[in-house]
């Protein structure tokens, strides 16, 4: 037997006056959805704890059994891993924006006039800096897509103890980084960011690819702006923590970076935009594909559209995603043979709310051996009744692992 | 969106033979609660854990947020600040009897023929008390209504690690005060309680109230007999805790103590008895009048009666109570706009058991944006069906928090 979570990010919600007073999830059209409900066992689910507004990566932390608490120290950690970065544990970690700042020092785009061009060689000239007084401490910077980067600082005494340089709005300079405690180390790592942000001024003022945009009357992409600053934590690898060979299909860069840091295998979709405009044809293949074709015995899927639409507050494009997926994804999904699926969301993202709440998600475990329960449809109402009652993020992966039948016996 | 806690003290019942084995909630006509639940979400609590049995102090505690294993150190901080003083991290607190002693030493009534003079006069004498040896030590009593008082004693190095002084029966000393353990602190509370018992004594027994009451046949108010010894704890106040402006209305001290602890106003009612004899009138005319006329955004509210009638063992009497506070009470409640409602108990007081039990109470949730249930009736067997299923009452200030909006994201 093997294993999967299917995450539909942000599904959860609340009774919406437009939609009759039904959620998302009840309105839409999800004959897929309800037979697994139907054939399977279902709750609700808080995935932290009851009344905790969760985030996606803290969510997503929490199930795959790992405590948040102790775990999301910021989101820094998370971002340098998704774009790549092999973050450790003790590295102060960073997500950053390619900025722009005029001759006065004072930022004038945040995002610097959302850069197209590939910031690779901007990254190499600045990965090639050194700071005076500094030079024991690894400096490690990494693009990811437009303006967006990570950085991460790696030596000796260093701490997240500091405050953010990204002042949040324009016509201000960057912010001086302090110490947030009176330790030595998180003073020097203050000390050290504030330098790294000079010097990046330095370094890009005068690169070709800038001098090349404000030629063109863009935005040159001319300082590195850090914040989400997060130590790095020790976790045990999540193959070690569940004897299992694992890997993540994700779509946002934050999900694949908790996953990386996990330990797990990272596939790439083709044609994912982490939108409700996603390639789901590629997306189920994938799944499919490595289903039948590798000997993963645990998946992490994360599909992102019905979030994005929870977030605009749009009930009907959040509707007709959902609808989308039950007949792409889960047609297929509930085919599979020698599989306990998990259907659940990390959150729920109500139209009427546009941000995540705290309100349980409904959750849905499918496949042989499950105590089927009489709940017919896979919604946040009818999940109540369901023979898992309510559970904790934390506990999924225990529950999953005893299902395909890979747990110790606690005791004789 | 503002919202409201209203605890119907001791609510919680078992099957009652005389009520054809309902609670009395079951049997009670609640046309006001039942149109609540139907229109909200329900289920059921623990307001400490399963099986754990709690105090309405304790369970006040929990549902606020905070531990009560950590904040309860005993009911004398509760019960001091409940009777006005201005109880302070580290102060060692008291409830205390007005007690008669006869010229041997020995307690003659425990509750001083249950005075009915202001005993202002005597806390006046009493607040004159020096302590050779122990000056730095602020000794402070208060007043409350007929033989009870409070005392706190506030400096440096007190200990709550002490016996009590009340003999529980007459013909009895009251009874020298020990240390619990070997802390020097301790033994230093401890011999201070002692000599202040002794001293209340000297002040108290030719005080004129007294001698006027041995004239009178009545018990004189000649001793002071501390119990219930707390340390109070530190705690971050409510309006900072979930960013607030909080109010309580209740007719307990003790609850109120809570509430003044934990930094809420306090909202007084005329003619609250705290009994099933109360001016419910007068209380719900004070809700409606805050609701309408002030800027808080959460109450707290604590009607007494039904718990009275189970530690009574008077079915009737409960049922009767839970009709008229439906009929009185929640016929306006129901009417409220823009605000978020819970119902609820601290805890259940069964007929059969006369005292507290741990069988959880029903709850339910009332207002925009709750993912309505089928629940049509408001009490301890329909509830389970509900869409919160079990929570615990710890959860339950967070749940709110983030109905009404008032929460920060954990994670991005």
Redesign the interface.
Known sequence: MRSMIIIIDGLGD??VKELG?K?PLQKANTPNLDKMAENGING?MDS????????????H?AILGYD?YTV?TG?GPFEASGVGLDIKAGDVAFRCNFSTVDDNYIVTDRRAGRIKEDTTPLINELNKMKIEGYEDIEIIFKESTGHRAALILRGENLSDEITDADPKVVEKAPKTVHSTTNSPNAEKTADLLNKIIKESYTILRNHPINLNRIKNNEAPANIIIPR?VGLVPEIEELNKKYEIKSACIAETG?IIGIARFAGMDIIGVEGSTGSVDTNLDNFIDTIIDNVKNTDYDFFLINIKGADESGHDGNAKEKVEFIEKIDEVVFSKISQLQDMITVVTADHST?I??K?????PVPILVYGKGVRVDDVKRFN??DA??GGL??IKGSDLMNILMDLIDNTHKFGA
Request: charged fraction near 25%; aromatic fraction near 2%.
């Open positions: 609340r009774p007073n959620t609700i932290i704890a009851p009344g905790i507004r969760p985030g996606s990566d803290t969510a932390i948040p999301y989101r989400g934050l109500p009427t709310v941000d995540h709440s705290a309100d946040e109402i109540v009744k009652l309510r």
